[in-house]
């Protein structure tokens, strides 16, 4: 019986931390998005003054949004929760309830990253609030999370781009550049996008590193996967 209820009071803190981070990454989009949204007057024959000036007010949850992204910049948030769960081994952690961390306690999370060729749109944005979910639940019950933003650079959508630009396709561009110089300006596109991507994910609020973001084209990252 004492087992059981153990279960079950172990049980109810996962998901109460796993409500907190996922209220904390659902509100970070909504800010998000309610900042990006803009008033459309399609519908709308003539629309009055008095309407265009209430339309063009800042949200105050926009300025909150500021505030709280300025607050972890600022105090460095994610670099001391890294910092904590790394440290602490066999510890039992400050701000983390009835929680003990074993040694080498990590989650390790395998991130599917976007393609490397594009700006980021809702579906991504999505997609990153869960993986935000994911790695802050386990965070917050005292695991070591490592999360690193990476670039999907194989397949079509890079060699998409550099057919458009040279305008011809790929046999055609192989041919004329040979395989090492079309290879070459495929990968000189994949941080094109990179500073706006890093602006989103921030403005979105997702605790992820940029620095040392893993590319799959790198060698080191293709020989991890095949061994």
């Known amino acids: 019986m004492k087992a059981i209820n153990h279960l079950e009071g172990r049980w109810k803190r996962k998901r109460s931390c796993l409500r907190m981070a996922a209220l904390s990454s659902l509100l970070s989009l909504f800010l998000f998005s309610s900042s990006r949204l803009k008033p459309s007057f399609a519908s709308v024959a003539t629309p009055s003054t008095s309407d265009c000036s209430r339309s063009s007010r800042k949200s105050p949850l926009v300025d909150l949004e500021q505030e709280v992204l300025a607050r972890w910049r600022r105090d460095r948030v994610f670099e001391a929760q890294m910092n904590l769960t790394r440290e602490s081994h066999g510890q039992r952690l400050p701000y983390y309830r009835n929680t003990t961390r074993r040694r080498n306690n990590s989650y390790v999370f395998y991130d599917g ?14 997609a990153s609030t869960i993986k935000d979910v994911i790695g802050r639940f386990h965070a917050m019950n005292g695991s070591y999370v490592r999360r690193v933003f990476g670039w999907d650079c194989h397949g079509v959508p890079i060699e998409y781009e550099i057919d458009k630009a040279l305008n011809m396709s790929t046999h055609e561009a192989v041919a004329k550049l040979g395989v090492k110089e079309y290879a070459n300006r495929c990968r000189g596109i994949v941080q094109r996008y990179a500073s706006e991507w890093k602006h989103t994910i921030e403005r979105v609020g997702r605790w992820v ?7 799959t ?9 095949w061994w």
């Open 209 to 215: 590193s940029f620095e040392g973001g893993y590319k």
């Open 113 to 126: 990253p976007p393609f490397a060729t594009g700006l980021p749109h809702m579906g991504h944005l999505l």
């Open 217 to 225: 084209m790198d060698l080191g990252y293709m020989e991890a996967v």
